[in-house]
């Protein structure tokens, strides 16, 4: 199997402040979507639109396992079943990808398993969340009862 490719973007050009060699949204979202991981490091919180950019992009997310811990605001990933790459620490992610690397060349259909697994989870989270809010604006537009 052929090695994997380690692609970095300069930045998003689509987001405020993206730098003038950025990636474009279009070559933003191919990248995503031609990848297998995306590294979701935390911004000024660890909860952040890379997660959910990863999961919608059909990307196994790689998150800090200390972010992941029950009480933690990535709990829910974890709980809901969510497949990820945890790591310790940002310093692991070299050798991280090469035993990525190794695992995939050895038995690729896993990855393929998981990233399709993590898409029908991500699909479904978001369908309840639009139940959810269609169920809430409903609500709003009934006459009240109590009058």
Same mark, same amino acid.
């Given at each position: 199997?052929?090695?994997?490719?380690?692609?970095?973007?300069?930045?998003?050009?689509? /987001?405020?402040?993206?730098?003038?060699?950025?990636? %474009?949204?279009?070559?933003? %979202?191919?990248?995503?979507?031609?990848a +297998?991981?995306?590294?979701?490091?935390?911004?000024?919180?660890?909860?952040?639109f /890379? &997660?959910?950019?990863?999961?919608?992009? =059909?990307?196994?997310?790689?998150?800090?396992?200390?972010h992941?811990?029950?009480? %933690?605001?990535?709990?829910?990933?974890?709980?809901?079943?969510?497949?990820?790459?945890?790591?310790?620490?940002?310093?692991?992610?070299?050798?991280?990808?090469?035993?990525? =690397?190794?695992?995939?060349?050895?038995?690729?259909?896993?990855?393929?398993?998981?990233?399709?697994?993590?898409?029908?989870?991500?699909?479904?989270?978001?369908?309840?969340?639009?139940? /959810?809010?269609? +169920? %809430?604006?409903?609500? &709003?537009? /009934?006459?009240?009862?109590?009058?």
């Amino acid at each position: 199997m052929k090695q994997g490719t380690l692609r970095t973007l300069a930045g998003y050009g689509g /987001r405020p402040g993206g730098a003038a060699a950025a990636a %474009s949204a279009w070559e933003y %979202s191919m990248a995503m979507h031609s990848a +297998q991981f995306a590294p979701a490091p935390a911004g000024i919180c660890a909860e952040q639109f /890379r &997660i959910w950019e990863a999961l919608e992009a =059909g990307c196994i997310p790689i998150l800090l396992e200390r972010h992941m811990a029950p009480g %933690s605001v990535l709990y829910p990933i974890r709980f809901l079943r969510f497949e990820v790459v945890q790591l310790g620490s940002w310093q692991e992610v070299p050798e991280k990808l090469l035993q990525l =690397g190794d695992q995939m060349a050895h038995n690729p259909q896993i990855w393929t398993r998981r990233q399709q697994h993590n898409s029908k989870l991500w699909a479904h989270v978001k369908g309840g969340v639009a139940t /959810r809010i269609a +169920q %809430s604006v409903c609500e &709003i537009g /009934r006459p009240s009862t109590t009058q």
